[in-house]
Every structure is written in structure tokens, then in C-alpha cells.
């Protein structure tokens, strides 16, 4: 079945180092990719998403590209803050009649000031 | 709009009661996720949902679990009898849903249960 593996945390940094998250998945047909984040307390909220290969999603610094033939989706930032600290969770979703996300496991990141 | 809203945001109950979550999607939104949260299993999909109907509730993890979605404002996930192992963070999340491409979850603030 799909699946979603994502590189194991907590991955601490100093502020305004540059940050990269690995993911890698496995899938049948065509997923969407999604990088969700969650603050401490929070629910999980969409950070970027790409739909089809090649495509980069990006927002608030973050980047990441969908990479068919790798089949990976990295997340990257080129200087991160404190208040980035929290955790990321890469994810993939197909239409199963309906659309079923699979989620990784969730990475936690940790930015010292 | 107001976002996903869940109900309670935190429940402690005894072991063996019946515990009922609540979740009012997004309006408009067609599709319904119950997730649970856990430090040992991470997030795990329970049960979804699209246009009211129940797609895929394979995650439930027994038969103790049961959820419904009455209509599209209002969905309910029941526990009984409840037990100490599904003390967790559950979290309720809508998406628009009818595209080709998958949408975005929207994920509520979640329920944060503790069963004693």
C-alpha cells in the first residue's frame, strides 16, 4: 500500500541555519504531496502541497519539489527561526473514492535562539 | 470562517464510561477525517468520510469505536466501553473534496482524552 517515510527527529539547529527534512514515498498512480506542521497544542495546518511532478510548493520560506523519479518530496529552508520549532509531517493523498491522506511520522524540529 | 470546531477540547473520564467527540466541519466542505494522536503510534487515520458516507474506516481499531456523520455540518466519534489505551489527542479535519486533485485538511484544535 502508499506509504510515507520521512527522516526521524528531533533535528535541532541554530537560527538562521539552513534546514532540509528528507521524505521519500511509495505510491500507485499519481499522488498529491503535502508538507503539514504542527506548533505544540495545535492541530495540524498545510504548510505547502504539489500536485503533480516537478511542481514546488513553497511558503513562508519553506520549499519543497515533487520528484517523480526519486519518488521524494525534501523539504528545505534556507534560514530558520525559533518560532519554526515544531513538527513537520510530510504526507501523500489519492483518490480512493473519496481522498485518503497517508501521513509519515512526523519530524520534530527544535531552533535555538 | 470559524474552522474546524471540536468538542470537548478535553475529556477525563473513568474506565468503562462512554465518551462522544464532537466535530462541525467547515461549511461546505465534503470530506470528514477522524485522526488519532499518540507519542508511541503517531497519527493514525481512523475513519473518513465523504458526502456523509463512511469511505474507509478501516483504521478503527475495534469494535468499542463507532462514528457518525448525520449530516454535513455534524459528525460524532463514540467510544464505549472506553478504556486507560485510548487516552490520546483526537483530531477531527474537513476538505472541500470533488476535484481531481487531492485538498487541503483542515484540521480542528483536537480532543485530548484521558481514560483513568
Known amino acids: 500500500g502508499d506509504s510515507v517515510t520521512q527522516m526521524e527527529g528531533p533535528v535541532t539547529l541554530s537560527e538562521e541555519a539552513f534546514l532540509t527534512i528528507n521524505c521519500t514515498y511509495t505510491a500507485t498512480g499519481y499522488p498529491s504531496l503535502f508538507w503539514y506542521v504542527q506548533y505544540p497544542g495545535e492541530g495540524l495546518q498545510l504548510l505547502l502541497k504539489a500536485t503533480k511532478a516537478d511542481d514546488k510548493g513553497s511558503n513562508k520560506g519553506f520549499e519543497a519539489t515533487y520528484r517523480k523519479e526519486t519518488t521524494s518530496f525534501h523539504l528545505e529552508k534556507g534560514s530558520v527561526q525559533v518560532s519554526d520549532s515544531a513538527v513537520y509531517f510530510c504526507a501523500l493523498s489519492q483518490n480512493t473514492g473519496g481522498f485518503k491522506t497517508i501521513f509519515g511520522a512526523g519530524t520534530r524540529l527544535f531552533v535555538k535562539a | 470562517d470559524a474552522g474546524v470546531i471540536q468538542s470537548p477540547r478535553h475529556e477525563v473520564t473513568e474506565m468503562g464510561q462512554e465518551v462522544t467527540l464532537r466535530c462541525k466541519p467547515i461549511s461546505g466542505h465534503n470530506s470528514l477525517f477522524w485522526y488519532r494522536q499518540t507519542m508511541m503510534r503517531g497519527l493514525e487515520l481512523l475513519i473518513y468520510?465523504?458526502?456523509?458516507?463512511?469511505?474507509?474506516d478501516s483504521g478503527m481499531p475495534e469494535d468499542r469505536f463507532s462514528a457518525k456523520m448525520p449530516n454535513a455540518s455534524f459528525s460524532t466519534l463514540k467510544i464505549q466501553p472506553s478504556e486507560p489505551r485510548d487516552s490520546a489527542v483526537y483530531f477531527c479535519a474537513s476538505s472541500l473534496g470533488g476535484g481531481i486533485f487531492a485538498d487541503t485538511q483542515y484540521f480542528g484544535p483536537g480532543t485530548r482524552l484521558t481514560v483513568l
Open positions: 468520510f465523504n458526502n456523509n458516507v463512511p469511505i474507509d
